[in-house]
């Protein structure tokens, strides 16, 4: 079982980035996926979150820039972030879940994680 981010790297503020979640072992569609990012010097953070059925949910730090999307075919989850800010700097993991629930504040309904990738928002 193994998750792998990508897509993560250094982009202007207001800029756009497309990180990709791509899992082998196990199919995504059967959990919910979520993304955290943690920042240097800060605790870790949920921002987004898809279900199985594919809700979507996005703290609010992140809503209407941020979108989160399965590919069934491509066994992955994508989050496009849009708009990028400084503060959008973090290393970003996905996880598969086992629901959203408190996804932004809990890491306790997590199964499996990724490596993680670094998003750099800087001019």
């Known amino acids: 079982v193994q998750l792998v981010e990508s897509g993560g790297g250094l982009v202007q503020p207001g800029g756009s980035l497309r990180l990709s979640c791509a899992a082998s072992?196990?199919?995504?569609?059967?959990?919910?996926i979520g993304w955290f990012r943690q920042a240097p010097g800060k605790e870790r953070e949920g921002v987004s979150c898809?279900?199985?059925?594919?809700?979507?949910y996005y703290v609010d730090s992140v809503k209407g820039r941020f979108t989160i999307s399965r590919d069934n075919a491509k066994n992955t989850v994508s989050l496009q972030m849009n708009s990028l800010k400084v503060e959008d700097t973090a290393v970003y993991y996905c996880a598969a879940r086992s629901t959203c629930a408190s996804y932004t504040s809990s890491a306790r309904f997590v199964l499996w994680w990724g490596q993680g990738t670094l998003v750099t928002v800087s001019s």
């Open positions: 898809i279900s199985r059925g594919s809700a979507t």
């Open positions: 072992g196990f199919t995504l569609d059967d959990y919910a």
